[in-house]
């Protein structure tokens, strides 16, 4: 196969598939969701940490934490899938199943941060969804399209 053509195409179990421009749009966007979202999380830790009492959770929560917990919780899990979105947009492979897990905790984390900021996990949530749908169905593609 030509140079020129391994960069729109790639073979698999002798088949050959053309790269979509979408799916690559996809997993950069995904890549720089994965960016912001751990940016945002690193923020809301920072907020946890330096300002106790602005989280305030609804009373008799099951998922009942110290905003200083929540602090650290936010701030981990920010900078780990803030690296990992950099290492996704410039197409690492081992990226993609990490950026994964990491969404998935994410989502979990969110899920059990609803009392405490519902707008922002929802929103947290979606991105993750996202996130998890293009790097699972879209992953391999940022990798082929620079080949």
Known sequence: MAQGAAASHYESAGEAHEVSGWAVGFILFAGVMMVLSGGFQLFAGLVALFENEFYVATRNYL?????????????????????????????????????????????????????????????????????????????????????
């Open 63 to 147: 998922f009942q934490f110290d905003a200083t917990a929540w602090g650290w919780i936010h701030l981990l899990g920010g900078i780990l899938v803030m690296v990992a979105g950099f290492a996704v947009m410039a197409g690492q492979t081992w990226a993609r199943v990490v950026g994964i897990i990491l969404a998935g905790l994410s989502a979990l984390a969110n899920f059990t941060f609803i009392p405490y900021y519902p707008f922002w996990a929802l929103t947290i949530i979606a991105i993750d969804i996202f996130v998890i749908w293009a790097l699972a169905v879209h992953g391999r593609d940022v990798r082929d399209s620079t080949m």
